[in-house]
């Protein structure tokens, strides 16, 4: 496909041209992005244009044979959920970095719960999240866990949906958070999650709360990388 411009200021396409322009771009092309870190797609062109955000997935796993596993109880039913009680129950999950992840940005992990309890009059929970990275392709070995943690407000709705979230990384990382520098495509990092505290408050039994899920939030380029190993950028 060949777009058909015009050198001069002023020079006016002719209608056959511009028709065939409109059909070129109508049908699709095969678009080209530059290889080099930090280009690709950003949103809000009338605004402050910027690159937008993915979720990781991944699913919560429990250990059978580890008495502290958090539990399948039912929820609505007969859906079942995994059940956590405070500083108790712990299941894990693993993220494998994409290649549309932005280099050099900050990554949020955050927990999708809730309860089913009537009573609940307010209080708060807070969620654990003790994480280890590791660059791929024989450049690290996996780090000491990192505790991140994130306090929410219980809502004294039964069964609504929260969203507690937090910085996962920070540049040069802190004792609670990852190094935003050491990210990379194809790193993985591996979770361990707890309910560190449950504050509930209620005017009969303290509920115990349910992790449906928990997913980190990246900012992405919209596009893959040129290779598949380090460089990726080359």
């Known amino acids: 496909m060949t777009i058909t411009t015009r050198a001069g200021k002023g020079s006016q396409l002719t209608h ?7 059909t070129d771009l109508r049908d699709g092309v095969s678009l080209q992005v530059p290889k080099t870190t930090n280009t690709g797609i950003k949103v809000d062109s009338l605004g402050t244009p910027t690159f937008g955000w993915h979720d990781l997935l991944g699913s919560l796993v429990t250990d059978p044979d580890d008495a502290n596993r958090a539990v399948y109880t039912v929820y609505q039913t007969p859906v079942r959920q995994l ?4 500083a ?21 992990i955050h927990a999708h719960w809730s309860h089913n309890s009537t009573i609940v009059t307010g209080g708060s929970v807070t969620f654990k999240f003790d994480c280890s990275y590791s660059k791929g392709h024989n450049q690290a070995a996996f780090s000491s866990s990192v505790p ?28 609670v958070q990852l190094d935003t ?16 505290s449950n504050d509930i408050t209620s005017s009969g039994a303290i509920p115990d709360v349910f992790i449906h899920t928990v997913d980190i939030h990246y900012q992405s380029t919209g596009v893959p990388t040129k290779q598949r190993a380090p460089d990726f950028y080359t």
């Open 16 to 22: 056959a041209e511009l028709d065939t322009n409109f």
């Open 83 to 86: 059940l956590f009680i405070e």
């Open 88 to 108: 108790v129950s712990e299941a894990f999950i693993g993220f494998h970095m994409p290649h549309d992840y932005l280099p050099n940005s900050d990554i949020f």
């Open 148 to 175: 991140i943690s994130v306090i929410q407000n219980a809502s004294t709705t039964q069964y609504q949906h929260m969203i507690a979230e937090t910085a996962a990384s920070v540049s040069g990382g802190s004792g």
């Open 181 to 196: 520098d050491d990210l990379e495509v194809d790193g993985l990092l591996l979770v361990r999650v707890t309910v560190d």
